[in-house]
Each structure stands twice: as C-alpha cells, then as structure tokens.
C-alpha cells in the first residue's frame, strides 16, 4: 500500500483542479490533501491563502462619534 505524503506540512499544497477559480487576484483553491484554502504562488506552486472578506465594509461605524446636533436655539 502506498501512502500518499503530503506537503502540506512544508506549505506545498495540491489544488482540486475542479474548484480552481480566479478571484481578481489570484488563482484559489481547495487543497485535496489538506481541505485548506490554498493561494497559487507561481505555476505549480500552492500556498495557503487567508479567506478574503467582501468589500462591503470599507469604514468601521461603531467608530464615529456623536452625531452633529443642531442645538443652536439653546
Ligand atoms: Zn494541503
């Protein structure tokens, strides 16, 4: 029986060719040894990628002070 050693461990990653997609940055994947979100580096050359978030919260709200109030009859 021939075991399969992954390099995973070494940050080598094997990409699932099926789910390989261009994200607008880069070519990702799924490792199919590990599971993990991978990253291509350069051909042949898979890293693990950090999930990105969606741009949809470009500002932190909870930062913003009080909002201006209109007291000018005080
Ligand atoms: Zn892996």
Redesign the pocket.
């Known amino acids: 029986m021939r075991i399969e050693l ?1 390099l ?1 461990l070494f940050n080598r ?2 990409p699932v060719r099926d789910q390989v997609h261009w994200d607008g940055w880069s070519y990702r994947s799924t ?1 199919r ?2 599971g ?1 979100l ?1 990253e291509r580096e350069s051909k042949g050359l898979w890293r693990k990628a950090e999930p990105r978030l969606p741009p949809d919260t470009p500002f932190d709200h909870s930062v913003v002070s009080d909002p201006p109030t209109d007291r000018s009859s005080d």
Do not use: D, L
């Open positions: 992954p995973c990653h094997q490792c040894f590990c993990k991978v």
